[in-house]
């Protein structure tokens, strides 16, 4: 029954599309689902000129995405650990997270100029916030009873690091990196934005200006289709990682 | 003894807290100073980086003239538009997807898309379509939160503790005194949560759209800005932007921590 609904209304969906864009029959306003599918399947098989877009904007994210996990797992754990760092780093990091990351961009780009490296610190700059977040919330939300079990074990410093405290926050750190996938693809939108000459990003924007409705739409598929791709991707390797949450689930 | 003991832990408390702000403070002012100190010490173009003194001086430029109240004002009205349009919209949307599943079930396949495509990938289509003016910023904002809004609303219909209504059952409420007295209430603090999530891909989704398109407001001084190399104004811009951020992120904050004091509210 649910399958049924779910099916029926992506099909009733794409009617209404349709029937919109027959309505106003304009292409330079809304093109029909099926002109969108066609144009995919040219992009893709004829012409061939997504990948270099796609290759382009997935080596984006995927170092940005990288460096934020390299670097924000491990500022989460010591801002978690002392209070200090945690105090004096603070209103920093309040400031950087609540400021809408676009005004950021012109500042980056007037530091690295027109690079990879710019874009890459976009990337960056959206995703490390949720993983940093998470990784402090994981560590400080261990079991006491877990630690106690270690101090009458003997544990020393590091093993109780390696053995309870980084197992336990695991599976917020991974949810942190769930929920930076969405503003990462974000990054990597505004980043192209900004003096790219190839990326997803660029294309949509380049369509958008010279209003070529059926790239824009595949563009913006394709990002639809990445964002639930890695989210798919880093669920799997939650299941794998953290199995007892699934059981939980379950029950 | 016992009350001796609550005051002798409320002052302690109390000196955490001060702690932890004067802390705050000190990293604050520290950072600007070494900033200005740096940046006078080391740099003689203010291209790279403005330092504080000359931002503020810029700030109080602009300001005084009135060019930036225009800006200032435009962006914090298109914002608060979008914004209250979609509370209305998300809540009312969020308890039917709450309440019948089939609304759920019909809508979640286009929710669960809308809400993995990047926020700023559909702003160059919303331009085309609604044009460059304050109604394009409007639907931007409308578009992000909504989704934000309706999906925690559903979530905290669906929590409701079942004795609440057996209670509202057995007291024979209407349906609508079941929802305005009951599930209204239950559901405050997923809404402040959605409206907490909401706000910030709503500040980003108007000065998206203002970079891409717009003759006047904070994302078009951005833009105007970083295309003269105006440096100093550039980060007044970025002053002012976080100073938004950051005040209507405490807002709900504060809000959120009225209405649910019973949860613990993220820090950030």
Known sequence: ?251 | MIKSFIDSSAGGQKLVIKKEVSRGLYSVLGGLLLWEILTRLFLENELLIPPPSSVLRMLWKLGSSGALNEHFLTTLLEFAYGFTFACAFGVILGYFMGMYSWVDEVLDPWIATLYSVPVIAFVPLIIIWFGIGMFSKIVVVFKLTTVAIALNTAAGIKAIEPAWLEVAKSLRLTPWQTTYKIRMPATLPYIITGMRLGVGRALLGVVVAELMAANAGLGYLLRDASETWDSPKLFVTVVLLALLGLVSFMLIKKAEQRLAPWRETAEW
């Open chain 1, 1 to 251: 029954m649910k399958g049924v609904r779910r099916f029926g209304s992506i099909l009733c969906g794409l009617l209404v599309w349709q029937i919109i864009a027959a309505k106003i029959n304009d292409t330079s306003l809304i093109v029909s689902p099926w002109v969108v599918v066609a144009k995919g399947y040219e992009m893709l098989f004829q012409t061939a000129e997504l990948y270099p877009h796609l290759y382009a904007s997935s080596w984006i994210f995927f170092y940005g995405f990288l460096l934020a996990i390299i670097l924000g797992v491990p500022l989460g754990f010591i801002m978690a650990l002392s209070p200090l760092v945690r105090d004096y780093v603070n209103p920093w990091m309040t400031m950087l997270y609540t400021t809408p990351r676009i005004a950021f961009a012109p500042v980056i780009l007037l530091w690295f100029g027109i690079s990879g490296g710019s874009k890459v610190a976009i990337v960056f700059l959206g995703c490390i916030f949720p993983i940093l977040i998470n990784s402090y919330y994981g560590m400080r939300a261990v079991n006491r009873e877990f630690v106690e079990l270690a101090r009458s074990f003997r544990l020393s410093r590091w093993a109780l690091f390696f053995k309870i405290l980084l197992p336990a926050s695991v599976p917020f750190i991974l949810a942190g990196v769930r929920l930076s996938i969405g503003r990462g693809l974000t990054g990597v939108a505004i980043a192209e934005w900004f003096g790219a000459t190839e990326g997803l990003g660029y294309m949509i924007f380049f369509a958008g200006q010279t209003l070529n409705i059926p790239t824009l739409f595949v563009g913006v598929a394709t990002f639809a289709l990445l964002g639930i791709l890695a989210f798919e991707i880093i669920r799997k390797i939650e299941d794998y990682a953290v199995p007892w949450r699934k059981r939980l689930q379950a029950e």
